[in-house]
């Protein structure tokens, strides 16, 4: 049961890379790896693993009600709907509100850095619904404001539900950097693919 794990979560590792490659490689976008989120996980990690579920959810409704969903804006609005920059946790008063105001900080520093889609910026402008008053209006935002508060908990809580997957896609990264560096890292191979 454990290998048949480690497949499905290579296979989202390897999804989430190829949709995202510009933001999984970009500086600015690693910078989250600076910051935590919850419990003593980053806000890079945090990110990753709602890509994940966001993934596992729309495949879900894929095959089950054969409800198609745009899986690059999905992938790309999960990977930068926390992406403010900043320690919250830093007792300045203006982050007291933080869970107001970081998705609107999120999508700015979005769309300053990245070429985002109306769905993209949707995803994370509405991922704090109930706490902000606008609920998300696509389906792809929808999954993404349940991924978020699922992988929170779980965050918060302690249970590690990602980090086999978020090691693959750190694993891409540095791959992909050495890449462009010259220093190629082997891509280690995963039999019944």
């Known amino acids: 049961m454990e290998n048949a794990k480690?497949?499905?979560e290579y296979?989202?590792?390897?999804?989430?890379?190829?949709l995202s490659r510009d933001i999984l490689t970009d500086p600015k976008a690693l910078r989250m790896k600076e910051f935590t989120q919850h419990g003593n996980t980053s806000v890079f990690e945090h990110c990753v693993a709602v890509a994940k579920f966001s993934l596992l959810i729309a495949s879900f409704f894929e095959k089950v009600f054969r409800v198609k969903f745009d899986r690059?804006?999905?992938?790309?609005g999960a990977l930068l709907h926390d992406y403010f920059l900043y320690d919250w946790h830093d007792p300045d008063p203006k982050n007291r509100i933080h869970g107001f105001t970081h998705?609107?900080?999120?999508?700015r520093n979005a769309c300053r850095d990245f070429d985002i889609n109306k769905l993209e910026a949707n995803i994370i402008r509405r991922h704090m619904f109930p706490l902000t008053p606008v609920p998300p209006t696509h389906r792809e935002s929808i999954i993404?404001?349940?991924a978020d508060k699922w992988c929170a908990i779980c965050e918060t809580f302690k249970i590690d539900v990602s980090s086999y997957l978020i090691d693959r896609v750190n694993?891409?990264?540095?791959?992909?950097?050495?890449?462009?560096?010259?220093?190629?890292l082997p891509i280690p191979v995963v039999e019944n693919i």
Do not use: D
């Not at 296979?11 to 190829?18: G, P």
């Not at 694993?171 to 190629?184: F, K, N």
């Open 103 to 107: 998705p609107g900080t999120a999508w």
């Open 6 to 8: 480690q497949i499905t």
């Open 171 to 184: 694993l891409r990264i540095a791959q992909a950097e050495g890449l462009e560096t010259g220093l190629v």
């Open 72 to 76: 690059k804006s999905l992938v790309r």
């Open 144 to 146: 993404v404001c349940l």
């Open 11 to 18: 296979k989202l590792a390897k999804e989430i890379f190829s």
